[in-house]
């Protein structure tokens, strides 16, 4: 089930989200470290109401934050469409031991169905550019890669940014 994440659910967040960067980081992809993804950035997510979380009983599988709140790194790319009526995806994560059972696909079609059930013009969201295979499972839905965004905090390697028109 995916439903809105409760306050008390961070520690469990931030717990997958280091499993997370700890696996990445064994396949060489450096993404995530200690300033990113963080508690600050879930709190806030929860007090809008855009952290979203995939449950099993009382098992976190994954989580998603979709915002219509464009970061000021996202300012000067060319986007396809209006920065108006926009939504953006972050901090999509799964647990080790759940990935590759589709449940990133599920957030994602979760995160389009919110999209297009609330008339949004398009997603956007970004990848690190070093993480293959989340480009591919992108571009495979559709989404169109744009420009490189920069994350100094957390590498030195771009980001693509991509969008789906809706």
């Not at 961070?10 to 963080?38: D, H, R, V």
């Not at 059972?101 to 079609?109: D, E, P, Q």
Request: charged fraction near 25%; hydrophobic fraction near 35%; charge should be positive.
């Amino acid at each position: 089930m995916i439903r809105c994440a409760k306050i008390l659910e961070i520690p469990e967040i931030l717990e997958l989200t280091t499993a997370c960067a700890k696996q990445m980081e064994k396949i060489g992809i450096f993404q995530w470290n200690e300033e990113y993804p963080s508690r600050e950035a879930f709190e806030k997510d929860i007090s809008r109401k855009e952290l979203f979380v995939l449950k099993s009983g009382n098992t976190l599988m994954g989580c998603v934050t979709i915002t219509t709140h464009m970061d000021k790194e996202y300012i000067p790319i060319k986007w396809l469409t209006p920065n108006e009526n926009n939504i953006y995806i972050h901090r999509l994560a799964v647990g080790p031991e759940y990935q590759g059972k589709s449940y990133a696909r599920m957030l994602m079609n979760f995160a389009e169905n919110y999209a297009r059930d609330n008339k949004y013009i398009s997603i956007r969201l970004d990848t690190f550019s070093q993480n293959k295979r989340n480009q591919k499972f992108y571009e495979q839905r559709g989404y169109q890669k744009l420009e490189n965004v920069y994350f100094p905090k957390q590498s030195d390697f771009p980001f693509y940014c991509y969008e789906l028109v809706l």
